[in-house]
């Protein structure tokens, strides 16, 4: 297997991005996944090398859990074991997809917290508003919404938690200006997320469909924490990550054609994104 070209990724805010495609290309076709996503019922543990539900999630805490939260689970950690959740909280989850990560929030804060779940894909929010009601959550609310433009008002959560969805984004600055706004002072973020290490070979970083799959949206690591510095976190943190192999990677792109592109054939995936879990504070003497 021949070894993919290493380099330090680029950075800047269009890094790694379809250079065809407009925000709103890449918005629809994020939004036209998770939609089939959420009609079929089958997540990205099932069958896929790339995800393994068993060590994201203990088999004790899913098992608790609505079937239909975690048939449509495509998260690449589990934010909510680094949120610090106590009883009470008000959590948000960005792209709460199924609402897998909402309900364990759920559970943590208890019946006196509450749990927003905001996601820009209609049929996944009105599949985990009918989960939500059919299981008897009834601290948990689900809202249409783009992360970048959450439908809240400022400073009303305690903790933002996201999973693999921030990647997705096109304009990832907007999404941690976002978070920092409805942040009460004091309050904090809690984050999985794909992380780019090295340079994608271009069939990859020019596919819309690689993006949509978590992979091609990926940025540097210097430019992500840059990120969330730069709306005003401090005490940034990289809790912890785990670096995909070769077959990983392949199993994240067996949805797309590029699977089967002979340009990719015997070219070495490995080491080339990361999933990472971040955690952030928000000044306690920041207003918004």
């Not at 539900?53 to 689970?73: E, K, N, R």
């Not at 996944?124 to 970048?148: K, P």
């Not at 969805?165 to 973020?189: C, H, M, T, W, Y």
């Amino acid at each position: 297997m021949k070894r993919n070209r290493t380099e330090k990724p680029k950075s800047g805010k269009a890094s790694g991005s379809p250079s065809h495609a407009s925000e709103e290309e890449i918005r629809r076709a994020v939004r036209n996944r998770y939609a089939k996503l959420a009609q079929s019922g089958q997540s990205c543990c099932d069958g896929n090398a790339s995800c393994s539900c068993g060590s994201i999630y203990p088999q004790a805490t899913i098992s608790t859990l609505p079937d239909d939260a975690i048939a449509v689970s495509a998260g690449c950690g589990n934010p909510t074991a680094i949120a610090s959740l106590r009883p009470g909280m008000t959590v948000v989850d960005f792209g709460s997809g199924g609402g897998i990560d909402a309900f364990l929030a759920a559970k943590k804060v208890g019946p006196e917290g509450r749990v927003y779940g905001i996601d820009a894909t209609h049929e996944m929010v009105l599949r985990a508003r009918r989960t939500a009601n059919e299981s008897g959550f009834e601290n948990v609310e689900f809202r249409l919404g783009e992360i970048e433009h959450v439908p809240l008002d400022a400073e009303v959560a305690d903790v933002v938690i996201s999973n693999c969805v921030i990647n997705l984004s096109p304009d990832k600055k907007q999404v941690f200006r976002e978070a920092f706004r409805i942040l009460k002072p004091g309050g904090r973020i809690a984050v999985s997320d794909i992380v780019l290490l090295n340079e994608l070979p271009d069939e990859i970083r020019k596919d819309l469909a690689a993006w949509s799959g978590c992979v091609s949206g990926a940025v540097s690591e210097e430019e992500y924490l840059g990120a969330i510095e730069g709306a005003g976190f401090e005490k940034v943190k990289v809790e912890d990550r785990f670096v995909y192999r070769h077959e990983q990677l392949s199993g994240y792109l067996k949805e797309t054609d590029l699977s089967e592109d002979p340009r990719l054939k015997g070219v070495d995936l490995s080491q080339l994104v990361a999933s990472y879990r971040i955690t952030a504070m928000k000044p306690a003497g920041r207003k918004t």
